[in-house]
């Protein structure tokens, strides 16, 4: 069977929050093949976010200090770590996320292709957190997570970069990047108000920030952030269009994927084939992590036939149905939610994978051409 592939750049999804697992999308025989890895580069666009180096610059300082405290070695701010952190802390502002791997736009890639883009080499780490105002109160959340904590107190970690943005909503995005890298000599670290030693002196469960050993009291006050709420969660619903579209049955009339990346009346036109199409789009930079999954299609045929959705799982290796309903000569919308294990839909099992969606008509031996508007996902990361 002859398969016609249709490509074009469309605006990829916004994905959230997620551990620092890193993992290449795999491909299923027989299936739509993994997304080709790309590298990029490490400059921050112009709208991404309005940069905040005097917090950067203070996390810099709170974070020597700590580590002053436990007789730690000074992390140097250098350009190669800076530069990641930079790009993260920006694009996280501007597209309204948070999760370590980096989605598109401009391209979608692994924290490690990051690193290596910004010139990080050796052994690194990274913190990210949004929702924090000041860098005292970011600070004290990482402190009191221990694999962020864990990062900063790291004694094989030379150098440090940090980066803040604010994004459009007035919420702060923070990255911090650390490396065995060596740099020029660090600055001093500030000194320590009194009674902050690193210790829980006042039972509240959070670490007393910054430490000062010096000090030990039962009724410390001057936490920096004693209250502060952990970040609130990332957006709860995100969608994602194709990148990409194949035709496996019908003829190609007109239109592209930029035609189904949006409600605009713009179309994907596919006359039917003896009495059929049938074609399904590619949807990549989704989280394997996804706890809710639907898909939206919206389109009309030139006469009447019978519509079907599916979503490939790669798992099992099937398109998995999502029901059928009667398409006529009026647009109309159709949505439908996705059960079961919803990782199955994503391909890889770790990190960032695709999403494939199929969208077929039949009407006997009629003839016809289907024209598709829209066809989008929304799920929950």
């Not at 292709?113 to 949004?130: D, F, L, P, S």
């Not at 670490?207 to 990332?234: I, K, L, M, R």
Request: aromatic fraction near 8%.
């Amino acid at each position: 069977m002859t398969k016609t592939q249709l490509f074009t750049r469309a605006p990829a999804v916004l994905f959230a929050a997620g551990a620092l697992v890193i993992a290449a999308p795999t491909g299923v025989p027989g299936a739509p093949a993994a997304a080709q890895a790309v590298v990029g580069d490490c400059t921050p666009g112009g709208d991404w976010g309005t940069p905040r180096p005097d917090f950067a610059q203070r996390v810099v300082a709170l974070v020597n200090q700590h580590r002053a405290s436990l007789g730690l070695s000074q992390l140097t701010v250098a350009t190669a770590p800076t530069s990641s952190a930079v790009w993260k802390a920006r694009h996280m502002a501007r597209y309204l996320y948070m999760t370590h791997d980096d989605p598109a736009p401009p391209i979608a890639r692994t924290t490690v292709q990051r690193m290596e883009a910004c010139g990080v080499t050796g052994g690194w780490g990274e913190n990210i957190a949004y929702g924090y105002t000041t860098p005292e109160a970011v600070m004290q959340g990482w402190l009191n997570s221990p694999g962020h904590r864990a990062n900063i107190e790291n004694a094989s970690y030379r150098t440090i970069g940090v980066g803040a943005a604010t994004s459009s909503t007035g919420r702060v995005y923070w990255a911090q990047a650390f490396s065995t890298q060596t740099g020029s000599t660090p600055p001093p670290p500030p000194a320590a108000p009194a009674c902050s030693n690193g210790q829980d002196d006042d039972g509240d469960g959070k670490v007393d920030y910054p430490a000062d050993p010096g000090c030990a009291s039962s009724a410390d006050t001057d936490e920096f952030n004693s209250t502060a709420p952990p970040p609130p969660p990332p957006p709860t619903t995100l969608t994602g269009v194709p990148s990409g579209a194949t035709i496996n049955q019908g003829t190609y009339v007109g239109g592209g994927v930029a035609g189904i990346t949006a409600d605009d009346d713009a179309f994907l036109r596919i006359g039917s084939a003896s009495g059929s199409v049938l074609w399904w789009g590619r949807i990549t930079g989704i989280p394997n992590t996804i706890t809710s999954l639907s898909t939206t299609y919206r389109g009309f045929s030139s006469s009447p036939c019978t519509q079907t959705l599916s979503v490939w799982n790669w798992t099992l290796g099937y398109w998995a149905s999502l029901g059928s309903k009667s398409l006529g000569t009026t647009e109309t919308a159709t949505t439908a939610t996705v059960s079961g294990t919803l990782a199955d839909y994503v391909s890889g099992s770790t990190g960032n994978g695709d999403v494939a969606v199929r969208v077929g008509c039949s009407a006997g031996s009629a003839s016809f051409t289907q024209s598709s508007d829209l066809l989008q996902i929304a799920y929950t990361p």
